[in-house]
Nanobody, 116 residues
Framework: QVQVVESGGGLVQAGGSLRLSCVASGSVFNVMGWYRQTPGKQRELVAS???????NYVDSVKGRFTISRDGAKNTVYLQMNFLKPEDTGVYYCNVGTPWSGSSGYWGQGTQVTVSE
């Protein structure tokens, strides 16, 4: 059974930093990524990383966020610097396995709030 657990969200002032962590278990994992959802908007991909450490970022976070992974620990991180109020939302970890298809497995989400 695949389990995905996020941690590291919280409240931070604009310009500050947070680091999100996501630990997956129960399978082998290929692409791992972070999504976020804000009120009134669809869930969007923030960043993803492949088993070969190829990364992908949404334009709005390029230069500020860094995604990384520790394969031995099945853990993916999202280092978020220079946070802006528009980064506020619930951040979800999604992990794919060779058998999961396009949907992957989701964590429960962690709230990130950036104040002015």
């Amino acid at each position: 059974q695949v389990q995905v657990v996020e941690s590291g969200g919280g409240l931070v002032q604009a310009g500050g930093s947070l680091r999100l962590s996501c630990v997956a278990s129960g399978s082998v994992f290929n692409v791992m990524g972070w999504y976020r959802q804000t009120p009134g908007k669809q869930r969007e991909l923030v960043a993803s990383i492949s088993t070969g450490s190829i990364t992908n970022y949404v334009d709005s976070v390029k230069g500020r966020f860094t995604i990384s992974r520790d394969g031995a620990k099945n853990t993916v991180y999202l280092q978020m610097n220079f946070l802006k109020p528009e980064d506020t939302g619930v951040y979800y970890c999604n992990v794919g396995t060779p058998w999961s298809g396009s949907s992957g497995y989701w964590g429960q989400g962690t709230q990130v709030t950036v104040s002015e």
